[in-house]
């Protein structure tokens, strides 16, 4: 039943503004593919051409082998979940799951059994004869669900579906949702602009920027392992300090950066080093000290985060963010050393 | 828990309801008087002049006239009017301002003007027949209500519940038809209502396309009012309130009249 999706060089316009430029993307089958971005980075539009709702300037989508790039969105046979859940007002719920149902031909019995039983899997059995305008905005998003899925698709697309709900149901639904999708095996594709929603429910993650998909990896690698600047700034790395090697000796590499920084890396800890690169940190990747060798600091404004207290720091190399220990908290003006932490820290070579 | 009312509130109130109601009795109370000319008070009461309605022919002819155009105008309106508001709505992003402008056009020029224009240009130039342009020249007239109505009613629909019908495997066609006019009903009834009423009531572009032997119910009012004095025209009066009454009863037992007020 499901299928695997293919998106092969679409380049993609509004009017004249170039929206979608050379992208490509393979989605295994059964596996759920985020696409994550800040709006207008191009991942509704991708779904919405995935869905044919839009048409691409060129390039090609398949779906399970078949060119879908010119059939008519109402032919495609892919489920979709709307961000503002998209309902049939005028219809009950079960005449909402049973919709897809209805254009297929099925009535009757085979209908009513299989929208019941999909309302069972939601949890909703007793809300059949409502009305959407009746329901919370969980149980809209559960029919929402029930109504894509209950049509068996090959390919299952989420448009922001978490995004009106409160924190605490967007956390539960996103799990239901991924245990609703490993349970069918259902290709899926979700787009969001939240972070923690995407890592947390996908297989792999593609995170886009300007059009263009800037990496595309499993959560655990884009977190740790950024491909590039952009990555690394999204994923949370604050401090991108540009660095030259000007040694490589035994105990490691040297390697200096602006204002004539020079650190030691060990190649242990960091992997290869190239000549040029950028150590990227996280806030907790700079440990404020005031013994150890490290970038000499001036500690600006403290604030507190509740696990360590963050100082934005002036330094010979620009300014960076650390974090420091809740044990002794430093005083603006304070002078200190910032040493990178090497599993909260990495190198990104050049682009 | 009482509150005091102002006094000049109250009178300004009650001023407001003699002036809006006030017409209205006076006809009613014109229509039922005995004598053979326009009066108020009623001296007598007698039910002869609406006999009177239906004894004269032009008037039976014209109500069955008026009727007719209101209502193929105002489906021709509805027919043209509904896909514009729908496109216009659904499009505005991609479509030039000014095409919403154009649908407005008709309510913004003087009617005279444009039954002139209507009668120089689509009775005369093309010989039209004169219930022809009579339906055109209503149509033309009521378009720009159904626009607006449908318009703002569209305006509160989610265009992603026409999509998430499509990818279910509903074709536009049927969508538009399936889902779409289920959930603007209430528009397109209040469309018809006001299309049909201003259609009813319409005098200044009819007179300009009216011509031998075909009339519309008002012009047909001022021809009789320009003979005679009697008060048949208050007759006829009081039998279109009724009937605008009546839709409006039906209107408020199966819809509620409050989508009026939307």
């Known amino acids: 039943m499901t299928q695997a999706l293919s998106i092969q060089s679409i380049t993609a316009h509004y009017g004249t503004t170039k929206v979608l430029e050379d992208l490509s993307l393979e989605v295994a089958e059964g596996e759920l593919v985020s696409l994550l971005g800040a709006s ?17 300037t060129s390039g090609k989508i398949e779906l399970g082998g078949k060119d879908l790039t010119r059939l008519p969105a109402h032919q495609r046979n892919i489920g979709l979940v709307f961000q503002n859940y998209a309902l049939f007002p005028h219809l009950s719920v079960a ?44 149980q809209k998003q559960r029919v929402a ?78 977190y740790q392992r950024p491909a590039n600047a952009f990555v690394a700034r999204f994923v949370g790395f604050e401090n991108l300090i540009p660095m030259t090697v000007v040694a490589r000796g035994g105990a490691g590499v040297t390697a200096e950066a602006a204002g004539g920084v020079r650190l030691t890396l060990s190649q242990d800890q960091f992997g290869a080093i190239p000549d040029a690169f950028t ?24 604030t507190y985060l509740g696990r360590a207290y963050q100082y934005q720091c002036d330094t010979p190399a620009g300014h960076l963010t650390a974090n420091g220990p809740l044990t002794r908290p430093l005083e603006i003006g304070a002078a200190a050393k910032l040493v990178p932490v090497p599993e909260q820290c990495t190198i990104l070579a050049p682009e | 828990m009482t509150r005091s009312i102002h006094p000049v509130l109250i009178a300004l109130t009650v001023l407001v309801f003699i002036f809006l109601v006030g017409p209205l009795v006076i006809v009613l109370g014109a229509a039922l008087s005995d004598t053979s000319y326009l009066t108020f ?141 289920p959930n603007v009903r209430s528009g397109v009834i209040a469309a018809f209502i006001l299309a049909f009423i201003t259609s009813i009531n319409d005098v200044s572009i009819s007179i300009f396309l009216t011509g031998p032997g075909i009339s519309t119910l008002p012009i047909q009012i001022l021809a009789h009012m320009e003979q005679f004095f009697d008060p048949t025209v208050a007759s006829v009066s009081v039998l279109l309130m009724g009937l605008t009454v009546a839709v409006m009863a039906a209107v408020e037992r199966t819809l509620g009249l409050t989508f009026f007020a939307k």
């Open chain 2, 41 to 181: 008070p009623p001296q007598g009461l007698s039910l002869r002049w609406f006999e009177n309605i239906f004894e004269i022919e032009a008037f039976r002819r014209t109500i069955v006239t008026s009727l007719e155009i209101a209502f193929l105008s105002t489906g021709i309106a509805l027919v043209v009017g509904v896909p514009a508001a729908y496109a216009l709505n659904r499009y505005r992003i991609q479509l030039p301002g000014w095409l919403s402008t154009l649908f407005i056009l008709p309510v913004l020029v003087p009617e005279l003007v444009l039954g002139f224009s209507l009668l120089k240009n689509v009775a005369t130039q093309f010989h039209a027949p004169i219930f022809v342009s009579l339906v055109l020249g209503h149509s033309l007239l009521v378009l720009p209500y159904v626009v607006r109505v449908i318009s703002a009613s569209l305006a509160a629909f989610d265009f992603s519940i026409e999509e998430a019908a499509i990818s279910l495997g509903s074709p536009r066609l049927k969508t538009f038809f399936t889902i779409l006019l």
């Open chain 1, 40 to 56: 207008g980075c191009g991942k509704t539009t991708t779904l919405r051409l995935v869905a044919g709702f839009l048409e691409p």
């Open chain 1, 279 to 302: 150590l990227a940190c996280r806030a907790d990747g700079l440990a404020v000290t005031t013994s150890a060798d490290g970038i000499p600091a001036t500690l600006g404004l403290r």
């Open chain 1, 145 to 222: 669900l029930a109504r894509a899925l209950v049509i068996e698709p090959p390919l299952l697309m989420f448009d922001e579906p978490l995004s009106n709900l409160d924190a605490k149901l967007r956390v539960d639904m996103r799990v239901e949702i991924r245990q609703l999708q490993r349970a069918n095996g259902t290709t899926s594709v979700y787009v969001t602009h939240d972070q923690e929603e995407a890592f947390s429910i996908s297989d792999r993650v593609a995170i886009m920027h300007a059009g263009r998909i800037m990496q595309l990896d499993t959560p655990e690698t884009l």
């Open chain 1, 95 to 138: 005449d909402n799951v049973g919709f897809g149902l209805k254009q297929r031909g099925i009535s009757g019995d085979a209908k009513t059994k299989r929208v019941n039983a999909m309302l069972e899997r939601v949890g909703l059995a007793p809300f059949g004869d409502r009305l959407p305008g009746a329901l919370s905005g969980g």
